[in-house]
């Protein structure tokens, strides 16, 4: 059975456009995001005079020009599974950037809401703090590449490695109610890449209510689209999990609600 939360890959378009988000393809107000394989020397181009973007190459390398600003050679990892931070680049809205591929490159461009006025970045290793997060079956490997500590107007970009056999964004937790001091309402996206690349891995997106349920087996390249509600992740046995996510909303803070039901789950009884 399709969903409008779970999308796949399509052949290439000429600029190498494998998957797009518009705002008004999710049904939401915030999140933006292309996944784009680019040939050697192919381009892609992008302007938008009301939003903002975050260039990352997730593999390959790229030669970035936003604006009067270039950066040659960003980015460099063989896969995203490499133990080693991606090539990144923050443009602010109102700027016009390309983007010429060094040999092949997966490039994911992350737009959001903003105003001109900030100067385009590149983002190093060192601005890209990285954490383990969980223990046991929920250990996974966080690596944060637009944290809310970093300038930005809307855009929350990080990414996360879930080890075969483990679960991630667990125990499952939520982010889609304003509650001031507790939880920011975020829209989010999450596109997975699986090695070895015939694997699989499951997502459930649902609310308390029950208004929302669906499971899905992602695949490689696939996306997940998270508008509200828990949406835990688990790796299948043998195949190593890899997601980017974004997130946006009106507060540039991640704030979440954990399902009481496996609150549990981070004390459990001795």
């Known amino acids: 059975m399709s ?3 779970h999308l796949r890959p399509h052949a290439p378009t000429a600029d190498g456009t494998v998957l797009a988000v518009t705002p008004d393809s999710a049904g939401w107000t915030y999140i933006g995001q292309h996944i784009v394989r680019l040939a050697d020397g192919q381009r892609f181009e992008g302007f938008d005079a009301a939003r903002e973007t975050c260039l990352v190459l997730v593999t390959g390398s790229a030669d ?3 604006g009067e600003h270039s950066f040659v050679a960003v980015g460099g990892r063989a896969t995203p599974f490499e133990d080693r931070a991606p090539g990144a680049v923050y443009v602010p809205a109102g700027t016009a950037y390309s983007v010429v591929a060094n040999g092949a490159a997966e490039l994911v461009v992350c737009t959001a809401p903003g105003k001109p006025g900030r100067a385009p970045r590149l983002i190093d ?6 954490e383990t997060r969980g223990q046991g079956t929920n250990t996974r490997y966080v690596r944060n590449i637009l944290p809310e500590g970093e300038p930005a107007d809307s855009l929350l970009v990080v990414e996360v490695i879930t080890p075969a056999g483990h679960w991630s964004s667990y125990p499952p937790h939520k ?10 309402a975020l829209e989010e996206t999450y596109y997975h890449r699986i090695t070895p690349a015939q694997g699989f891995a499951f997502q459930r997106v649902y609310t308390a209510e029950g208004d929302l349920d ?7 390249g696939d996306m997940v689209l998270v508008p509200r509600g828990y949406h835990p992740v688990g790796a299948a046995h ?3 999990l890899y997601y980017l996510n974004v997130m946006a909303g009106p507060e540039r803070r991640w704030m979440f609600c954990i399902d009481p039901d496996h ?4 004390s459990p009884p001795k």
């Open 3 to 5: 969903s409008r939360l």
């Open 64 to 66: 970035v020009v936003a």
């Open 125 to 130: 290793a060192a601005h890209m703090p990285r």
């Open 175 to 184: 982010h889609d109610t304003h509650v001031p001091g507790k939880e920011t």
């Open 214 to 220: 669906e499971s899905f087996a992602v695949g490689d």
């Open 238 to 240: 043998g195949y190593d």
């Open 263 to 266: 609150l549990w789950i981070l």
